[in-house]
């Protein structure tokens, strides 16, 4: 709601301190910058050419305020969430925390990120490249 109510004044909030901390190569290459509540869940069942099947883990966003660019999905798919400078043995997201999305999505993504109700199909899951920091908010 905070979004869509936000894009028809045609206002954007100031951007917040986690962005501000990021180094500048980063916060340049962003062309959208959403905080979003971190969700898992399952995606749709797939056949397997086995006969077997599968329920894909879906690791996303809830949008919750646009600070750059437009986005009115209700869902932002992640392949591998991660917080900026994370290493690898670090904790994971914490499921329904708030955290800033910095990101340079492709023309694809940036068309799913149009419609209202996102894709929760794995495959479309924004790439590693497209997701420049995820940072706590």
């Known amino acids: 709601m905070v979004i869509l109510a936000l894009a028809m004044l045609g206002a954007s909030p100031a ?15 962003a062309t959208v910058v959403v905080s979003g509540r971190y969700r898992t869940g399952r995606g749709p069942c797939e056949l397997l050419p086995d006969g077997s099947s599968r329920w894909p883990l879906l690791r996303g966003f809830a949008p919750v305020t646009l600070y750059r660019g ?6 932002i798919g992640v392949e591998s969430p991660r917080l900026f400078g994370a290493k690898d043995d670090d904790p994971p997201l914490v499921e329904d925390r708030e955290y800033l999305l910095v990101l340079r999505p492709s023309k694809a993504a ?6 209202r109700e996102g894709s929760r199909h794995y495959r479309d899951a924004l790439a590693a490249e497209e997701v420049l920091a995820i940072v706590e908010h």
Do not use: C
Not at 15 to 29: G, Q, S
Not at 110 to 115: G, H, L, S, T
């Open 15 to 29: 951007m917040p301190d986690a962005f501000l901390r990021l180094p500048p190569e980063v916060r340049n290459k």
């Open 110 to 115: 940036k068309a799913r990120m149009q419609k």
């Open 70 to 75: 437009q986005v009115r999905t209700d869902y």
